[in-house]
């Protein structure tokens, strides 16, 4: 369950992967037909062109930059989730996804659609998109690392492609709400809302008990795997007494296969041989 919520970070980042496909054939120009005969084609014309004066469309140029503005900015987006996996944790990056994402979904909602693009409307749009690229790589390591340190062994392979897949996911989500609502400024609405609603889910969410355990958290961690139904082994956290539990288990088999020819029957993990004499005195005692 973890991983699932989890994976649901990436839902509406990938939503950002299949807009462009929806809002430019709402954006580009209004194409007019030259084979018709001239009167209606004088009509069409004008028409197209007083259509295209009330709405806000894009040039061949700026379609492609808000096309490809958010793939460019991905990379920015796993920078700053390698960062914030060590320094705020695996849900606290989770978490962080939100912020550009909202704020690029609003913008890209909120732009003036009763004009030409000028200047400032085009710049607001690419800021929105470049917001939702850094969104996107923001999202694609933070469930993965979580699902692999909540997961049992024997099913952490499964669980890692769960975020791939919610990726996906949204990029059909984009497709299917393209076709159902009113508009493309509806599906970037859709985004904003999405990505709220994810965040109040991430923060049902338990952290990773190795990220708690590097933090010297011990106790917490412990309670995240006894919570989780896991073993501090299995996620690659130890407690202390685990640690202490499994050197004196490895000092016993050290003992039992040495030679008792050296003079040293008892082991201490900190590796001091005694004399057998005095641990003979001992154990009469």
């Not at 952490?156 to 497709?175: D, E, F, P, W």
């Not at 016993?252 to 040495?258: A, D």
Request: with cysteine.
């Amino acid at each position: 369950m973890v991983a699932l919520g989890g994976s649901l970070t990436a839902l509406a980042p990938g939503m950002s992967m299949g807009f462009s496909a929806v809002a430019l054939p709402q954006l580009r120009p209004l194409e007019v037909s030259t084979a018709s005969p001239a009167a209606i084609g004088q009509s069409v014309a004008f028409n197209s062109s007083a259509r295209d004066a009330t709405r806000l469309t894009l040039a061949h140029d700026d379609a492609a930059w808000f096309t490809t503005v958010t793939m460019a900015s991905t990379p920015v987006g796993c920078i700053i989730a390698g960062y914030l996996n060590d320094k705020w944790g695996r849900k606290g990056a989770m978490l962080a996804v939100a912020f550009p994402g909202i704020a690029g979904w609003l913008l890209v909602a909120l732009v003036p659609t009763n004009a030409l693009a000028t200047s400032g409307i085009f710049q607001q749009l690419l800021v929105g998109r470049a917001l939702s690229g850094i969104a996107l790589g923001m999202s694609s390591s933070p469930a993965c690392i979580l699902a692999g340190e909540t997961s049992a062994p024997s099913i952490r392979g499964s669980v890692l492609c769960l975020n791939s897949l919610s990726i996906c996911a949204g990029i059909l989500l984009a497709y299917f709400l393209g076709a159902v609502l009113p508009g493309w400024q509806s599906v970037a609405a859709f985004g904003a809302i999405l990505t709220g609603l994810v965040a109040l889910v991430t923060l049902t969410l338990p952290e990773s008990p190795v990220w708690l355990r590097n933090q010297g958290r011990f106790g917490d961690a412990e309670w995240v795997c006894s919570q989780l139904g896991l073993h501090a082994v299995d996620t690659g956290v130890l407690t202390d007494k685990e640690e202490e539990a499994r050197k004196n288990k490895t000092m016993v088999v050290v003992i039992n296969n040495s030679s008792r020819e050296d003079g040293c029957t008892q082991l201490r993990l900190r590796n001091l041989c005694f004399p057998r004499a005095k641990i003979h005195n001992t154990v009469k005692v």
